[in-house]
């Protein structure tokens, strides 16, 4: 018994920092875009400046700066909801790190049934596969794409990505059956919600799809 609580305090612990890490990352994306937006009066006075010099190979690279700098604020994903906002901004971000072209759009209620734990274990494990997944493939063809949005009475989730070496799969539903150890985390609370999950892959290409129920 004393073994089991103390097995317990330390995921709870671990579960918390998780938690803690993704506010603190899309907190901190956050903060980005208010202080671009907050910045944006100087850059346009420093390309007037550059302008009524007729420094326009200036101009041009400020503008190439500021696309730079504005390209890593749009990788900030606003779902509706922040939990949701917090994982996937900070997975995906570890994407386009990696080399990784990222198609995503979410929309997701403030207020969710399933516990933030619980999304964060499904959206987390599902897009730490398709990254891993996709780096077995030089960067030219590394793609992941992600949608998520309420269907009725279900969230739903869909995520496809390019792989390779992976083997075939028949499309199937499964509640609970796992393949590997990310996979039957996400299968056992997808069965714990009472939702369903469906896999296929082709050559080079693996997709899921997830409905749970709210």
């Not at 903060?31 to 200036?58: F, L, N, P, S």
């Not at 790190?97 to 997701?108: G, P, S, W």
């Not at 599902?126 to 269907?151: F, T």
């Not at 082709?202 to 129920?213: G, I, K, N, R």
Request: charged share 30%; hydrophobic share 40%.
């Amino acid at each position: 018994m004393l073994f089991d609580r103390i097995i317990k305090k330390r995921v709870a612990s671990f579960e918390k920092e998780i938690l803690q890490k993704y506010y603190a990352e899309v907190e901190n994306m956050y903060t980005k875009m208010r202080g671009w937006r907050h910045d944006y009066r100087h850059h346009i006075q420093a390309m007037k400046v550059h302008a009524a010099k007729g420094e326009y190979e200036e101009i041009t690279r400020y503008l190439d700066m500021l696309d730079d700098d504005l390209t890593n604020v749009e990788t900030v994903i606003r779902t509706g909801n922040r939990m949701a906002d917090a994982i996937l901004n900070s997975k995906l971000s570890l994407a386009a790190e990696r080399e990784i072209n990222v198609k995503a759009e979410a929309k997701i209620p403030v207020s969710l049934t399933i516990s933030e734990l619980d999304l964060c274990i499904i959206i987390g494990n599902l897009l730490d596969n398709a990254i891993e997944a996709c780096m077995e493939l030089p960067p030219d063809r590394r793609l992941i794409r992600i949608y998520m949005e309420m269907k009725g009475n279900y969230l739903y989730l869909a995520l496809t990505n390019t792989a390779g070496g992976r083997k075939k799969h028949n499309f199937g539903t499964t509640r609970g059956e796992g393949h590997g150890l990310g996979i039957a985390r996400v299968d056992a609370v997808v069965k714990k919600c009472g939702g369903y999950i469906t896999r296929a892959s082709e050559d080079e290409a693996f997709s899921t799809e997830v409905l749970l129920p709210q």
